[in-house]
């Protein structure tokens, strides 16, 4: 199967990461995707350089709730996206559609984008932490 990783930094900007993740969701149900195209999020806080909190969707928005009913300001936190596109050999079209037009949509041309195709140095890293991100 042929693996590849898109890697977007959205910098501190969470709303157009979840305008990502929202176009993402929507390829994978209009175009009945499945787990052919996968995403995850990567937080790391923007105060800790030395720690990294790496966090879902869903418990992010559960701590943005916290925040604000508490009156303190969450403090803004690096965020990127990455993507897993999981297509099997006899696919390699749609691959390499999917491949060409994700980082020319609008919300992933803001980010500065990295893509890392299966063979390449640094796979290994990226297949790593996609696989420890929950």
């Not at 977007?8 to 499945?34: M, S």
């Not at 609008?106 to 890293?125: C, L, T, V, Y």
């Amino acid at each position: 199967m042929a693996h590849d990783f898109l890697i977007f930094d959205f910098g501190t900007n969470e709303e157009i990461a979840q305008q990502a993740r929202h176009k993402v969701e929507g390829w994978t149900q209009g175009f009945r995707l499945g787990k052919k195209m996968l995403l995850k999020f990567e937080r790391e806080a923007a105060g800790d350089s030395s720690e990294s909190a790496k966090d879902d969707e869903k418990p992010a928005s559960s701590k943005k709730k916290s925040a604000s009913k508490d009156g303190a300001a969450e403090p803004s936190a690096n965020v990127r996206v990455l993507v897993r596109l999981d297509f099997s050999d006899h696919e390699k079209l749609s691959h390499q559609r999917w491949l060409d037009r994700i980082p020319t949509e609008e919300p992933f041309k803001s980010a500065k984008a990295e893509i890392i195709r299966q063979g390449q140095p640094g796979f290994a890293e990226a297949a790593e932490l996609f696989d420890s991100l929950s």
